[in-house]
């Protein structure tokens, strides 16, 4: 019988079994190889800080926010066995789905995104932060030379900022508490890797001639930083609001620089995208360019933590006690 990760509580980990699914004449059945255990939104759902009316909008997520839950999303496997009507995979395709960590699974075969040939299982478990990224910088709709603020260098900043010097955007300004995430932000391509100690606004003002920021992307999951932000962008600037909170309260100032610099503030969520491109950039297009970013970003080094499967309950506890010290933490499953 497969094993998976629940959270029966908040901050409270087990590893439960699951059924042996049934394989559907659709269905394929996947073999684990590595996931990738997010410092966002899953564990804002580890400390039972998701808001508890709000349901789950992946089909693999089983429970709900009140726990206990079984919530994740960046698998990476083989798949093992196909069904009579499957034509899309094949046994052994190397693929990346939106799953909780788990042992094995079987999905419907249109779930899966099979990986590039060849490409290192590991580097796979960043195409869920990865559309997360593509998502937020098409949201942002950065020009060539324009300044952007990323506040926030976890995974998904790093990824926005690799991104956003592909775009071509300059200078590239990021801010995070953590050294061990400015260095890796710089390394990712921006040019000023801002701490955040005293009034880092002025910094940003500072190298950008006191004009501020075209674009200021909220990342870090502070509703501090987004105060930041709408302070640090330029006339008729645009925030982009990419951080899910969850049941943490925002307070924000609008009284001065936000109404008077006419700023725009747009959220950021991957399930959609801006009408404007939604008929361009549809769920095939971005898949396909993600696929094409795995092979070509220097991911890799953003693993800086692995555990066994049966030892999840200790990366939780890392991550939750000392996330600054954390890039991409992964769950081995051989």
């Known amino acids: 019988m497969p094993d998976a990760v629940w959270f029966g509580a908040p901050q409270r980990v087990e590893i439960r079994q699951e059924p042996a699914a049934p394989l559907g004449a659709d269905d394929v059945r996947i073999r684990s190889l590595v996931s990738g255990v997010s410092a966002g939104s899953e564990l804002l759902v580890y400390r039972g800080a ?10 693999t997520v089983r429970g709900d926010f009140g726990f206990p839950i079984k919530f994740a999303y ?32 079987v999905v419907p075969a249109k779930t899966p995104v099979r990986l590039p040939q060849g490409l290192p299982p590991d580097v796979g478990v960043f195409a869920a932060n990865l559309e997360t990224a593509v998502t937020v910088v098409l949201d942002a709709h950065p020009r060539l030379g324009e300044s952007v603020l990323v506040a926030g260098q976890g995974v998904v900043g790093l990824l926005i900022t690799m991104l956003l010097r592909k775009a071509g955007a300059t200078p590239i300004v990021t801010a995070d508490l953590h050294e061990r ?42 509703p501090a930083a987004l105060q930041a932000c ?42 959609t995208l801006d009408p404007a491109l939604a008929p361009r950039w549809d769920r095939a297009r971005r898949t396909a360019l993600v696929s094409a970013l795995l092979q070509e970003l220097p991911l890799t080094e953003l693993i800086t933590h692995r555990f066994p499967f049966d030892q999840a309950s200790a990366a939780y506890e890392l991550l939750d006690r000392d996330a600054g010290e954390c890039l991409q933490v992964v769950l081995d499953y051989v």
Not at 50 to 59: G, T, V
Not at 204 to 220: F, H, K, N, P, Y
């Open 74 to 105: 960046a698998s990476v496997g083989r798949v093992v066995e196909v069904g009579s009507n499957v034509t899309l995979l094949t046994v052994g395709d190397l693929v990346f789905v939106h799953h909780p960590h788990q042992t094995e699974y």
């Open 181 to 222: 995430r400015r260095s890796a932000s710089a390394a990712a391509g921006a040019n000023h890797a801002l701490g955040v100690d005293g009034d880092f606004v002025d910094a940003v003002l500072e190298v950008t001639d006191g004009r501020g920021v075209d674009i200021a992307v909220e990342v870090s999951g502070s």
């Open 50 to 59: 998701a808001p508890r009316e709000l349901q789950p909008d992946l089909p």
């Open 230 to 271: 709408i302070d640090a962008a330029a006339f008729a600037g645009t925030v982009v609001v990419a951080s899910w909170y969850g049941t943490r309260d925002v307070s924000l100032s609008l009284g001065g620089r936000f109404h008077r610099r006419r700023l725009r503030v747009v959220s950021s969520q991957v399930s």
